[in-house]
């Protein structure tokens, strides 16, 4: 059985995603994964990969459908995401989107928000932003205390700095959020035909 978000990964969110796709064997999983250079966001081994595989089975979140063998290689299993899976995936990327606690994890939860709506990922966002306000205007408040305190600035760098960097953070998303709101831009994956491209990647994964 799942066991809720808590216990999910980063690596096990981005394989579950891949299985969100279409069904497939944990091979196929790792060379996609490093042809879409996902070693930006997670550590990509083989022993990760088939270890996280494993613990997802267990947990109900994924389920074998399949094996196969060609010529000489090992047999490769195929697996499939289940409607726990799925649903685990989603509530994932739900929380990551609006936290700003931990900024690995929000690449993951924005990498993957093409799985909810679009509607849904524009009010996720602006919870976050005012999440973010929130926060800047923190350090706002305590820079100018300390100051006013007799702090000296050269002790105070560093909340400048975050200040600094949640004032781009902010900037970005509203960028973002026009971006995902425009008519013309395309999002979720159901209505995208494969592409030439898609197709030579998902074979050369498998191969």
């Not at 960097?165 to 026009?178: F, G, N």
């Amino acid at each position: 059985m799942a066991h809720g978000t808590a216990t999910l990964t980063p690596t096990a969110v981005m394989l579950l995603a891949l299985l969100h796709e279409d069904d497939m064997h944990a091979y196929e999983m790792v060379r996609l994964l490093r042809e879409r250079r996902a070693d930006r966001l997670i550590a990509l081994t083989h022993g990760t990969i088939y270890h996280t595989v494993a613990r997802l089975e267990r947990q109900g979140r994924i389920v074998e459908v399949g094996s196969d063998r060609d010529g000489n290689r090992p047999e490769r299993t195929t697996y499939a995401l289940t409607d726990a899976g799925g649903a685990d995936l989603l509530a994932w990327i739900r929380r990551e989107l609006v936290s700003v606690d931990d900024p690995g994890r929000f690449r993951i939860a924005l990498t993957e928000a093409h799985n909810l709506p679009r509607d849904e990922v524009l009010a996720l966002l602006a919870q976050r932003r005012e999440l973010l306000a929130a926060s800047r205007d923190a350090h706002r408040s305590a820079h100018a205390h300390a100051v006013a305190h007799g702090s000296h600035p050269q002790f105070l760098i560093e909340v400048h700095r975050q200040g600094a960097l949640l004032d781009a953070d902010i900037a970005w998303l509203d960028e973002a959020v026009e971006f995902i709101r425009r008519p013309d831009t395309v999002w979720g994956v159901v209505d995208i035909p494969a592409t030439d491209r898609y197709l030579a990647q998902r074979e050369a994964a498998r191969a």
